[in-house]
């Protein structure tokens, strides 16, 4: 009887005590050299002067933890509040990434690794023309508002030139933001038809292909996880003249030239711990495109929408799935409007294949383990506060793909168009600091054919 009034009290005690209201009282940040004060604050699910039971805080406590990490602000984010009767007093102890990223390019200008790899192979390593070259600034928390700049110059065999700012804010309330874009691409070999699902290329001395866009964007964020997007884009192309020989449909219509304006409106529900590699929390996106040529002949519209959820299945266990759509009204798209699988989006075990069409679904699920837990260390050798500290944690996993791509022009000479594709396999990764992330994956697809491959981005 002793110990069951005992056992009561204790529950009592502590069922009171978590009703109990307690009062933010203040809130110390420490290690912000560049970030700006309120740029923290803006993250955080509580403010000064908040009253909160024990349990809402905690909850608060935590979603604060992630709103942070899933900024590129901090390498370290650490929160403790001190409690004082009934008030709370919070401390968040920050230690700053490196913002300021002027770093050289020398990059592949492939769909993939090893689709750049077997064509080095295939010239006896002497054909290096698959190469981007040139300088490329991310300039992070510019201001300490957590703004972007982006400068680029890029030669090799795609050149890109971009200039691009990023402002999160430009109201009091902090929930606008803008976004310029403007930037060309240029190059003197491109691909100009999809055959067999390979692409075929064609390259020239003095002539290139040229593509200009322009876009503003209104980004709307009312609290922390939701955005909203709405963007005017304008982009036009121009090719030489024989590529509509070679393919009539490249452009859609008998000229070199084409143009269009876009309106776009984009939806974003961001609540993954980690942007580079998720293993809880939920993303969810739709793109609802309207699309207009000079030419009053080209209209279209298209909605694409995803949906990625990971759970902790047991300590060191987890899930992810993602479900992504595409669809349009346009069946009769020009061929560089006509993309598909096989570039920034892809089903593994696919990465040698292009699968052009205006419609296409596809999911993506793995299931892995954690094989080393994240590690933290010390770099030696580095005095710089922002680059001492990392951290590395491995993952294993096995994860299947399917997917379906509509394509209703070009089916007669891609097999792969119109069918039913999935695939298997498994997959090591390795994930540190900056979002870096190394995959090595082994995969067989619905052909019966086993590949590796050797990723560093999220597959989801």
Known sequence: MRLILTFLIVIITFTSYSQEVFRVNSIEIEGNKVTKRATVLRELSFQIGDSLTLIAFNEKLKQSELNIGSQWLFNFVDIVPYYNQNEIDVNIEVIERWYVWPYPILEISERNFNVFWDSLQNSNYTDFSRLNYGV???????????????????????????????????????TLGTILNIELFRMKQFHYKTTDNTLLYKSYDDQHFLNWNSAFTLQYKKNLNLTHRLSIKHSWFEVPEDIQTLNPNFLGNERCEFEFSTLDYHYENEKRNSISYPTKGSFNEV???????????????????????????????????????????????????????GFEDY?????????DGEHYAMTKTAIKYELVPKQ????????????????????FSIFADMGVVIDNQYADQNVLNNSFLFS????????????????LEYSRNHLNEWGFFIHFSNPF
């Open 376 to 395: 933290k260390l010390d770099v030696p050798y580095l005095k710089m506060e922002q680059f001492k500290k990392s951290y590395y944690s491995f993952y």
């Open 136 to 174: 490329f600034l991310n300039w992070y928390n510019f201001r300490g508002r957590n703004e972007l700049l982006k400068l680029k110059f890029r030669k090799g065999y795609k050149e890109h030139y971009l200039f691009e700012y990023d402002i999160p804010y430009i109201n009091k309330s902090k």
């Open 287 to 341: 793109l609802i495109s309207a699309q207009r040529g000079q030419n009053p002949d080209f209209n279209n519209f298209k909605i694409i929408a995803k949906t990625e959820n990971h759970f902790v299945l047991k300590p060191r266990w987890f899930i992810g799935n993602s479900i992504k759509a595409k669809a349009q009204t346009n069946t009769t798209l020009p061929y560089i409007l006509n993309e598909s699988l």
């Open 347 to 355: 089903l593994r075990g696919y990465e040698y294949y292009v699968i």
């Open 424 to 439: 298997q396999g498994v997959s090591l990764d390795f994930v540190t600091y900056y979002d870096k992330l190394l995959r």
